[in-house]
């Protein structure tokens, strides 16, 4: 069965880099893109950013850009995502989601917890 | 601010119907884009209940049902069952800003 498992809870200072993992299994990992998508305490769904994992291609959601840096290693069958300069307000949980051709995400990691103290 | 606007809250008795509306624009939903929608329990992370518009992943209730018109679509529950109370997200994708969105987000509570 396909299964996203992420990284564990993180607790980061202000200025720092959080790297967070997704590894895969259950599928050939090459055929789909992942995303990248975090969820604020008490707040919504908000996307970051995709990754292909046949080739690398990759688009980040403006809001992002230039603080965040998508990759996947083939050879373990894991994305990764790294958030830089992180503020307090970047406080949330992180999940990864494998994505289908139409853009659903169907299947999703259990979620990673990233803290960042004021 | 999220281009998918949907209501905060929705509620209904059990075994009723109700509805979450997502409402776009003609560079999303009115585009022609697909829309997902996601139901999310507390503490949990996000589940696929519609893809394409309307169309049930296996294992997903056919009390479960999506349609789409226009700049707009919607996600129906019949039956409503105590198991439904969650949150609700719709999502698309937007070509303005070359970017998948997600809805605002509805709490269904089950009365």
């Known amino acids: 069965q396909v299964q996203l498992v992420q990284s564990g809870a993180e607790v980061k200072k202000p200025g720092a880099s959080v790297k967070v993992s997704c590894k895969a299994s259950?599928?050939?990992?090459?055929?789909?893109?992942i995303s990248w998508v975090r969820q604020a305490p008490g707040q919504g769904l908000e996307w970051m950013g995709w990754?292909?994992?046949?080739?690398?291609?990759?688009k980040s959601a403006q809001k992002f850009q230039g603080r965040v840096t998508m990759t996947t290693e083939t050879s373990t069958r894991t994305a990764y995502m790294e958030l830089r300069s992180l503020r307090s307000d970047d406080t949330a949980v992180y999940y990864c989601a494998r994505e289908e051709v139409d853009t659903a995400m169907v299947y999703w990691g259990q979620g990673t917890l990233v803290t960042v103290p004021a | 601010q999220s281009v998918l606007t949907q209501p905060p809250s929705v509620s209904g008795a059990p075994g009723q119907r109700v509805t979450i509306s997502c409402t776009g624009s003609?560079?999303?939903?009115?585009?022609?884009?697909?829309v997902h929608w996601y139901q999310q329990l507390p503490g949990t992370a996000p589940k696929v209940l519609i893809y394409?518009?309307?169309n049930r992943p296996s294992g997903v209730p056919d009390r479960f049902s999506g349609s789409k018109s226009g700049t707009s679509a919607s996600l129906a529950i019949t039956g409503l069952q105590a198991e439904d109370e969650a949150d609700y997200y719709c999502q698309s994708y937007d070509s303005s800003l070359s970017e998948r969105v997600f809805g605002t987000g509805t709490k269904v509570t089950v009365l």
């Open positions: 003609s560079s999303n939903i009115g585009a022609g884009y697909d």
């Open positions: 259950g599928y050939t990992f090459t055929i789909y893109g």
């Open positions: 394409g518009n309307n």
């Open positions: 990754i292909s994992a046949h080739n690398g291609n990759r």
